[in-house]
Nanobody
Framework: QVQLVESGGGSVQAGGSLRLSCAAS????????MGWYRQAPGKQRELVAD???????NYADSVKGRFTISRDNAKNTVYLQMNSLKPEDTGVYYC??????????WGQGTQVTVSS
């Protein structure tokens, strides 16, 4: 089993910044990627950003240039630095860990609210 513990969500005004963290523990093998998804009210969960075991990153077009994903391999922790936040960034952010290209594990979610 893999456990994910997220932290760093909260409320901020437009233009502000937040940093999310997600620490993974347990039986972590054949790590494929770590990433962040978000779900806004009434919408489907969508990929925000992920980072592969090799360090390649991928971002949703809507956050490119504003968000940065990074990872501390020694701590099995992934971070999401979110700058220039917009109201449309509001949602529940979920940490994701993918193992062996097919096993997905999810965090409990952390709320991010951006007010205009």
């Amino acid at each position: 089993q893999v456990q994910l513990v997220e932290s760093g969500g909260g409320s901020v005004q437009a233009g502000g910044s937040l940093r999310l963290s997600c620490a993974a523990s347990g039986r972590i093998f054949s790590l494929t990627s770590m990433g962040w998804y978000r779900q806004a009210p009434g919408k489907q969960r969508e990929l925000v950003a992920d980072i592969t075991s090799g360090g390649s990153t991928n971002y949703a077009d809507s956050v490119k240039g504003r968000f940065t994903i990074s990872r501390d391999n020694a701590k099995n922790t992934v971070y999401l630095q979110m700058n220039s936040l917009k109201p449309e960034d509001t949602g529940v952010y979920y940490c994701n860990v993918r193992l062996a290209r097919r096993f997905d594990y999810w965090g409990q979610g952390t709320q991010v609210t951006v007010s205009s």
